[in-house]
């Protein structure tokens, strides 16, 4: 099987991204963003997902933190399009539901060519320490459009901010490592009945 990895940099005024990513990996996980609560975040996607995945980023963090959540939400979404390729032999959908003590989430998504994006998650409050809740929609809506995927994302309860979040990452790690994985039945296929993704 071809090496399914990428290495794909973002230069803009605002922000300077590179991310590196294998999708066959082992969990391994190294981030310089300036963003602690988003790290701990992509952590639980590289652990969950069975990623290596290494992101650097420089932004305007004297203004927010918005630019450089969002855009490496947009540069990951451009390596998972690099590094899939033709999609050929991939399961293409993956789900799943993860709790967290009282917190439970559910991600669904669809390596579809089309970007969509349902996010219908609550928080209690507005911050996590020092993270804009609000940040984590930019996050995934930038994904969505640069890997062209159909996303679900719900949260059915949780009271704890910090659970709801993190439920959702490792529901989207898992997710993400279903729809990704080769299926030998499907190889060299395309999972399309249009002959295109």
């Known amino acids: 099987m071809a090496k399914r990895q990428a290495i794909v940099s973002r230069e803009t005024l605002e922000t300077q991204i590179e991310v590196s990513l294998d999708l066959d990996g082992k969990g391994d996980a190294r981030f310089e963003t300036g963003v ?23 932004g305007d963090q004297r203004i927010d933190d918005h630019h450089t959540v969002e855009d490496i939400g947009i540069t990951l979404g451009q390596a998972f399009s690099q590094a899939l390729g033709d999609k050929k032999g991939i399961n293409r959908y993956g789900h799943a539901y993860v709790p967290l003590d009282e917190a439970l989430a559910r991600v669904v998504i669809d390596f579809s060519g089309r970007p969509g994006l349902e996010y219908h998650v609550l928080y209690p409050r507005a911050q996590i320490g020092h993270f804009d809740v609000d940040l984590l929609l930019e996050f995934f809506q930038g994904f969505v459009n640069h890997a062209q995927v159909t996303l679900h994302i719900d949260s059915l309860r949780g009271d704890n901010a910090h659970h709801i979040a993190e439920t959702v990452f490792k529901a989207f790690g898992r997710a993400l490592r279903m729809a990704l994985t080769p299926d030998p039945r499907m190889a060299g296929i395309l999972p399309s009945t249009k002959g295109q993704l």
């Open 36 to 58: 602690p609560f988003l790290e701990h975040m992509l952590d639980q996607v590289a652990r969950h997902g069975m990623l290596d995945l290494a992101i650097k980023a420089k």
